[in-house]
């Protein structure tokens, strides 16, 4: 079965956009029952500019919010889950600057009674990354990053969270794609298979191929919904289209690239030549160091001679030339 290739933001969001679907994916993920999934207002997807001849894209960082409610051992919870995707590993600050936005936005809060007292609370947040590159040091396909209470004094783990520190730290899932490759060891990394780029059929890798059995009925009508993709008329359109960006991105990142090395290299060479500069002038202090160390010698050598020399006339009464002939 040939389905569109999710990793393209355009493929990803047309998936997504089904409440059913991103309720089974990001259920998957996360590991928890989602009773309700919200998207988030519309305001909360941001393009990026590209910095490409003022054109606008979602080009490597792809953001979706919504509002859940998750059924939890400790009852429903409602949170804010935030998935992202990028391409390259410098989309690293862009991640923090949103998480950020989210952390420090006034409307991301409710209002709790604890201890008989009503007061606002940060909800708690969830974040879902799918990187197109590798990490630098695991190979895991799948990374779950899950908070911990513990008293440091007792080495006791607390069961019991706190809503002061729920508002300031979250759960995070992290999904390396490249490390997805042929690999379906569990129903989430078969689910998450959809994304396997080994698996594209076409030069572009528009278009992957899949073994429709390999996958649980459960996460059948997703695969059927990126079959459908393909049939969008405009879907082939805008991936093409995001090709074109990256590749631009791609150029311009390697321009940069090519000339922060020149930059670099440039400002070695700057403090080499400094080094030798430096080098000569303290070779030249050192000449001259000796140079007049030198005309001392002469100098006190010069006067020593005259004293031995009025002193030899003084006992022989002989003249200066008579002494000197002699």
């Not at 509002?67 to 949170?79: E, L, M, Y």
């Not at 695991?138 to 440091?152: C, E, H, M, P, Q």
């Not at 042929?182 to 191929?209: C, P, T, W, Y």
């Not at 030249?284 to 030198?294: C, H």
């Amino acid at each position: 079965m040939q389905i569109a290739n999710p990793i393209y933001d355009v493929v990803f969001k047309y998936l997504m956009e089904d409440a059913k679907i991103a309720k089974l994916l990001i259920s998957s993920i996360i590991g928890e029952e989602i009773e309700t999934l919200d998207f988030r207002p519309q305001e909360f997807t941001a393009d990026i500019d590209t910095g490409l001849e003022g054109r606008i894209g979602l080009l490597t960082v792809y953001r979706l919010d919504f509002s859940a409610t998750i059924n939890t051992v400790d009852g429903p919870k409602q949170v804010l889950i935030e998935i992202q995707k990028a391409k390259y590993a410098t989309d690293i600050m862009r991640f923090r600057g949103y998480l950020g936005s989210q952390y420090s936005n006034k409307t991301n809060v409710k209002l709790s009674t604890i201890n008989n007292h009503e007061r606002k609370i940060g909800i708690p947040i969830i974040g879902i990354y799918f990187l197109g590159h590798k990490l630098d040091s695991t190979d895991a396909s799948i990374i779950g990053v899950n908070r911990i209470y513990k008293d440091l004094v007792t080495g006791e783990l607390l069961t019991v969270k706190e809503s002061f520190i729920e508002s300031l730290t979250h759960d995070s899932y992290v999904i390396q794609i490249p490390h997805l490759a042929q690999k379906r060891r569990n129903d989430l990394e078969k689910l998450l298979s959809i994304f396997d780029q080994s698996m594209s059929v076409d030069a572009g890798q528009h278009i992957l191929n899949i073994k429709e059995e390999e996958y649980p009925e459960k996460h059948r009508p997703l695969i059927r919904r990126l079959q459908a993709a393909i049939l969008e008329p405009e879907m082939r359109k805008q991936m093409e289209i995001e090709d074109g960006i990256l590749d631009d991105f791609e150029d311009m990142q390697r321009r940069i690239q090519r000339q922060s090395h020149e930059i670099a290299e440039a400002e070695r060479l700057a403090d080499e030549a400094r080094r030798e500069t430096a080098e000569a002038k303290r070779k030249i202090d050192e000449v001259k160091r000796e140079a007049d160390e030198s005309k001392k010698t002469v100098a006190r050598n010069l006067k020593a001679a005259g004293i031995a020399l009025t002193t030899i006339m003084q006992a022989t009464g002989l003249s200066r030339e008579e002494v000197e002939n002699a």
